[in-house]
Each structure stands twice: as structure tokens, then as C-alpha cells.
């Protein structure tokens, strides 16, 4: 399902970073491309103002800003970066022209030559025979060029070194027409990373500044405020304070040990999956976690995709393979047994755990792993049924996401691409029901035009968070090539063998990545039927703690995840502790709590709700996990 084995049933990227607000980026988003690209150039410019010695590679815009790739022998401090953001501002003040202008392959191969830039001498030989080769001036190049003599000028000796002179870059633009168009309090330069030329491990080791570009202050403001509540809601820090998960270096990176308090929460979070699906109509499996390597060479996936699959072990001198998908694993289950198109559909859901391998580099959190757990689901069905199907995926989508907090979607439809299997027909009649599916649930959507897997099109759903984040989550797949592949059957009403079409599908994506959008969506303050302590009772005094335990036993009789505080800290410390783990609700029990059988009852989202009977708060309990909200 969704990481990087693309093109992959359920298999389509992913990345570990969400998608940004619309609203930071509202307004005219070809602009905001020109500034950013603009902005990149400014900031390589003031670089080789700065620090001559340096060499450029590559800047490109990014969803929220930009980032310019570096060759230099010393890092950049932070000290740095504030001299080059001053710089960056003085050229924009001295709104400098910014000139396209086509170039010979020859001439600009000579001239890169003269400047001893040999990256981008890499670049201006990827460009194709043919293609046309344009760079981007910074100031006018006719005035620094008439400071020289007729002879032709060696742009060494051009190197900016003043405000009034010049700069390149070989560049496809877009750009804006001049410096002086960047409003020089909407930029700001953000960090320091390294990179490798060309994402290659094996070559030269560059530094990249990164930074970030609008179109006015105010949505700088905004960009740089959603970063830091980002920051505050981070996963992974969340999930050490309070204690739901690890990444354990021993064990090898990219293994997630869920520990006593986040396993309770997987645990509601797979039963409430189970039961949702088993009232929608699915059948649950469970398969192997591993299987002979001719398995994945028949599903075609060990020679499409095996940089992504971890090396194979030798049983009685044969090979195997560590799952990296489920999907053939379901479609051995069918065909177990010859089916009647009387049966179809047929839906087979799954909480498998697949082993993808991952570059170190690329491992973030729960985001990206090396073993997660997909909530899969195959439906095999009639070419007339797939409509149907799709819209209870599409509802049953709404009823899980809804419950878990997430209202606000965002909707692509991505349909044939060029290189594809399957016929004309099938794929229309996929298309179509798709579209279908789509406007019976009455949802907005774009349409990625050729954006579709090679065995079928696809419907993304990306959820947005309490900070406006989007989050690709969500996948429903319409699948010639598995069927074809293992040549699938169902004898059809007149007695003949047909195909049927095969849905893959997914709402969490992956149970750890979907686990890291809660902890980060409610900040760790998970709504009451989530939350892996409800109750905690903190006791006055050591006389209270019976009387406390009763109570614990009693809520736990009953389902709730009640404790006692058995720290014998004073109560105020009790409090404080219970904060910072985010318990939705305390109860504090004394001697008068104790003689009336009741409790001081105190919610994180309500404040003190004051002396409440068991009974009571059993009973506000009851509706807040019955409607999942906070209490």
C-alpha cells in the first residue's frame, strides 16, 4: 500500500512529510513559484557574494519555499546564514532586472568552463540534444559586460562582487522580472542540511540551505506559526514523553516497539477496524509473513521493484521472500477454490505486516518504516458490481476517518497512463466507475490525467489535520494486472471462465503512519474512547489509596482504562504529572470523596467539573466515547 514501491497494487509513494494548508497558499500560486525560484537565485548569488570560493548546483522551489545546493570546504553557521538573508534583502532593494536569454550549448559550455563551475557543467550536459538552453541573469548583463573590452569577457572575472553587478545560473525558470518584486519581509532562510550531488551517496557531499518565500509578511507569519505548532505536535517527541513507542537502534532502524500504553491504543484501534468491517461485509484473513521468491516474480513485483524488498533467505535450497505487500497472498486465498459468479463480490480485509527496505537516511518516525502494518482489503468482483463497491469503499472511508477526528478531505481521481495493461473497454468502464462512485457520495475532486497506476485508476484521499495539514492516507485501486497474472477465474452465468476485477483498497494506509497523524492531529490529547489511561485517581493521602483502588477496579469492571496514581507524590505533583501525560480525566479522592462515595473530578478539556457520584461519571464517560469526543 502507500511507500515507495510504486506502480505497486496499493503500493502507490508516499511521503513521510504532510502536504501544507491551502491557506498558506492562497493567492495566485504561479507567483509564488516565480518568487520562490526567484529567491533561490538571490540566495545564490549572495552565497558567491559572500564566499567567492563556493560553487552551485542546484535550486529548486519546494511546496513551502526553496533550497539551493552548495560546494564548499567550511559549513555555514547560523551567523552565516543571517549575513546571507542581509544580502539576499540588499539585492532585492536594489530591484535588480531579472533577463532570460537562450544560449548556445558551445558558448555557455565555454563559459561555465571559464568560471570553473563543474556542476554545472553536469547539468548543461543533461540537457537533451535539441533542447533548448536557457539561464537566468540577475542584473544586466549588458552593463557588467561593457565594463570589459571588445574581446570576448571571461565571466570569471564577472563574479558578482558588488551590488550594481551581476549573476547566472543555467535555469527553465519561472522567474519574476526583478528583485525588487520579492517583498523582503516574506522570505526568511530556515536551515542547513547536507546532500548528496544527485541523491548519490557515492558522490560529492553538498551543503543545502533551505528557506521559505510568499507573497506577503502576513503568510510568512502564518507559514512560520503552523511550523511551530508542527513542531510542538511532532510524534516523535510526543511518543517518547508519553511513553506509546520506540525506534530501537539495537534491533536494526525503522522497527517500532510499541510499548505498553501505544499497544492500547493500536489495540481499540484494530478492534473498532475489525468491527467496522466485518459489519460492511468483509471476511477477515490472516497470511504468512513470508513466501517463495516465485510468488513475487509471478505477481511481477521482484522485477519491477526488488530495490525495495529486503534480501532473500534460503530454505532447503529454495528461495524466499519477506512480504513486502499482501496482495498475492489474498489472491492464492481465491483461488484455493474455483468461485461462481454468484459468490462475487467477494471482500477480504487484513492487518498484514509487510517489510519494506528503506535508506536510513529516508526513515522518519512512524512516517516511514521498515515494517508496518497495512489495513488491506481485496475485493474481487463482477465488471457491473465495481461502481457498487466503490462507493461503500468510499462510504465506509467516511464512517472510519470520521470517527477518528478527520471531516475535511482532499480527492484526486487519477486515470490511464501512457504504458498500461488492459483493454479499452475495461479501462473506461474502471474509469467511469470510479467517476460514478465519485459524484453518487457528492465529492469534489480533481483529476490527474494519466496519473493512474499501469494496472489500473485510482482514487487518493488525502485527510487534512487540526493545523490544515493534508496527509495522503486513503487509496482505492482498480487492478487488471494481478488477475491476468495469475490468471484469476470465475465461471460467469452462461458457464464460461472470465476474469474479475480486483479492487485494492486501504483507509489508514499503514497503522503506523496513521497512529503518527493522531498522536500529531490531537497533539497527544487523544479523545476519550482513544486515550490509553481514561481515569487516573490520585490520592490524597495513603489513607485514600483503598478506597481509590475499589474505584479502579470498579471503572475497569466495566471497560474503562482507569489507574491509580501510585507515585505517593503530593497531590499537586500528581496533578502536573497527570498533565503532562495528557490524561483526559483525574479524580481526586479524600477524605470527603471517600465518606460520600464520590470523586473530584477534573477534565482536560472542561476544567473542574466538581463532585461527581461513580455513577455520574460513568455516565459522561458513556456519551463521550459513544459520540468520540473529549470529555
Known sequence: MPNQLAQSPLLSSESAQPSHSKALTQGNLERLQQIRHSCAHILAMSVQRLFPETKVTI?????????YNFDRASAFTPEDLGKIATEMRRIIAANLPIIREAVDRAEIEAEIGALNEPYKLEILAGIASG??????FIGSPDAGR???SEAE??????????????WWDLCAGPHLDATGEINPDAFALESVAGAYWRGDESNAQLQRIYGTAWETPEQLQAYLHQKEEAKRRDHRQLGKLLKLFSLEEKAGGGLVFWHPKGARIRRIIED?????HTQA???????PHIAN?????TSGHFDFYRESMFDQMQIESQAYQIRPMNCPFHVLTYQHDLHSYRELPLRWAELGTVYRYERSGTLHGLMRVRGFTQDDAHIFCLPEQVAGEILAVLNLTEEILS???FNNYEVNLSTRPDKSVGSDEIWSLATESLQQALSEKGWAYATDEGGGAFYGPKIDIKIRDAIGRLWQCSTIQVDFNLPERFGMEYVAADGSRQRPIMIHRAIFGSLERFFGILIENYAGDFPLWLAPVQVRLLPVSEAQRAYASEVVKTLTRQGYRAEVDVSGDRLGKQVRTAELEKIPVTAVVGKREVESHALSVRTRQQGDLGTLPIDELIAKMQIAIAQKTTL
Open 59 to 67: 535550486g529548486p522551489c519546494t511546496e513551502t519555499g526553496f533550497y
Open 131 to 136: 533542447e533548448t538552453i536557457t539561464r537566468y
Open 146 to 148: 561593457a565594463e570589459h
Open 153 to 166: 569577457p571571461s565571466l570569471l572575472d564577472l563574479r558578482p562582487t558588488a551590488p550594481d553587478e551581476f
Open 272 to 276: 473498532y477496524w475489525r468491527e467496522a
Open 281 to 287: 461485509g468483509y471476511e477477515l484473513l490472516f497470511t
Open 293 to 297: 521468491l516465485d510468488l513475487w516474480k
Open 403 to 405: 470517527d477518528f477526528g
